[in-house]
């Protein structure tokens, strides 16, 4: 994950409650086995443990609403 720092990704995510969810977020950090990074669908920063990360996939071009 270290390589998408500073970039904008596509996470597909399992969350605490076993929902599954797609996030488009831009990765700020990645520490002890978790991302910091900004949740654009959320206008927030959110932590995501890798090991809940499905897939990731770098997005080339990031359109904002």
Known sequence: MEKYIGKVVQLIYIDKKRNVTIRDVR???VKDGRVKAHC????A????????IVDVEEVKRHVTA
């Open 27 to 29: 990765v700020l950090a």
């Open 40 to 43: 654009f669908s959320a206008n």
């Open 45 to 52: 920063i959110r932590i995501f443990d890798i090991s809940n």
